[in-house]
């Protein structure tokens, strides 16, 4: 089966964030989270092997004679006030997580405006990588996401979206600034850690396996919402990663960290999660 068209697919799927999740015969068919969005890596079948998280990325904008000026990085460098400006708006996205059975949780959203800076000064910019995926068979969770900081004086961070969690070995998925997706019965990795308020992200889903082997994994989390649980009997079907948050700063509504679908299985035609928007 392959992931175009209509055809179905067992491997955690993902758009403009969450990667999709995925199965045999397409057992490596999960998709990575989008580069530069903070999305969680989908989930992979137990044959395969579970998608690279999104890297993250940072905004900042200020106000220059009533028209906005808004930086955009892609990676880490060094900021300089050389513009004059007092005040400036930030949005912080850490890297996703990488799937493994369950779904890389997004990572960490962080955003605030009327922040105090001073001209002629400069800020410490990091942007983190994305998590790798690991084999969804086990025994190692996906690897988290780096984190996404501002330096001081404003000393911000946005914590790297959590691992997915194993069809065996480690099932729980990992916490984050938004959790990982369970593996084989695996509980979601917590959102929000560490803790910040508003919160950066939220918990990943519960995976499930039915004792005889074919199971399916949980969603990341999101920016905007926990990762949905594996989908009941009946339809069975990996998590939904949760969706992430819309953001203005660039002028136009854009969707940042978005969690990762989990994974499938072939049997019982159990379909890979979507990613979660963002």
Same mark, same amino acid.
């Given at each position: 089966?392959?992931?175009?068209?209509?055809?179905?697919?067992?491997?955690?799927?993902?758009?403009?964030?969450?990667?999709?999740?995925?199965?045999?015969?397409?057992?490596?068919?999960?998709?990575?989270?989008? !580069?530069?969005? @903070?999305?969680?890596?989908?989930?992979?079948?137990?044959? @395969?092997?579970?998608?690279?998280?999104?890297?993250?990325?940072?905004?900042?904008?200020?106000?220059?004679?009533?028209?906005?000026? !808004?930086?955009?990085?892609?990676?880490?460098?060094?900021?300089?006030?050389?513009?004059?400006?007092?005040?400036?708006?930030?949005?912080? !996205?850490?890297?996703?997580?990488?799937?493994?059975?369950?779904?890389?949780?997004?990572?960490?959203?962080?955003?605030?405006? =009327?922040?105090?800076?001073?001209?002629?000064?400069?800020?410490?910019?990091?942007?983190?990588? @994305?998590?790798?995926?690991?084999?969804?068979?086990?025994?190692?969770? =996906?690897?988290? $996401?780096?984190?996404?900081?501002?330096?001081?004086?404003?000393?911000?961070?946005?914590?790297?979206?959590?691992?997915?969690?194993?069809?065996?070995?480690?099932? +729980?998925? *990992?916490?984050?600034?938004?959790?990982?997706?369970?593996?084989? +019965?695996?509980?979601? $990795?917590?959102?929000?850690?560490?803790?910040?308020?508003?919160?950066?992200?939220?918990?990943?889903?519960?995976?499930?396996?039915?004792?005889?082997?074919?199971?399916?994994?949980?969603? =990341?989390?999101?920016?905007?919402?926990?990762?949905?649980?594996?989908?009941?009997?009946?339809?069975?079907?990996?998590?939904?990663?949760?969706?992430?948050?819309?953001?203005?700063?660039?002028?136009?509504? *854009?969707?940042?960290?978005?969690?990762?679908?989990?994974?499938?299985?072939?049997?019982?035609?159990?379909?890979?999660?979507?990613?979660?928007? @963002?």
């Amino acid at each position: 089966y392959g992931n175009t068209g209509t055809a179905p697919h067992y491997y955690g799927v993902g758009k403009n964030g969450g990667g999709d999740g995925a199965v045999h015969p397409n057992a490596d068919g999960a998709t990575d989270g989008t !580069v530069n969005t @903070g999305g969680g890596g989908g989930g992979s079948s137990r044959q @395969g092997t579970g998608a690279v998280g999104g890297s993250g990325l940072l905004f900042l904008k200020y106000k220059h004679k009533n028209n906005d000026r !808004v930086f955009r990085f892609n990676s880490s460098t060094i900021w300089k006030n050389d513009f004059g400006a007092k005040e400036i708006e930030y949005l912080v !996205v850490a890297g996703g997580g990488g799937g493994s059975f369950g779904g890389g949780g997004a990572g960490g959203l962080r955003a605030a405006s =009327g922040v105090s800076v001073t001209p002629g000064g400069s800020l410490s910019i990091t942007v983190g990588a @994305g998590g790798a995926g690991t084999s969804s068979g086990g025994p190692a969770v =996906g690897t988290s $996401g780096g984190d996404s900081t501002i330096g001081t004086p404003i000393s911000v961070t946005s914590a790297g979206g959590g691992g997915g969690g194993a069809a065996a070995g480690t099932l +729980n998925g *990992v916490a984050g600034g938004s959790g990982g997706g369970g593996g084989n +019965n695996g509980t979601g $990795g917590a959102g929000n850690t560490p803790s910040t308020d508003p919160a950066q992200g939220f918990a990943g889903g519960q995976g499930y396996t039915d004792g005889s082997s074919y199971g399916i994994g949980g969603g =990341g989390g999101g920016s905007s919402e926990v990762g949905q649980n594996r989908q009941p009997a009946g339809a069975p079907r990996g998590g939904h990663g949760g969706n992430g948050i819309s953001s203005t700063i660039t002028g136009t509504a *854009v969707s940042y960290a978005g969690g990762g679908g989990g994974g499938g299985h072939p049997a019982g035609s159990r379909l890979g999660g979507t990613g979660g928007s @963002g």
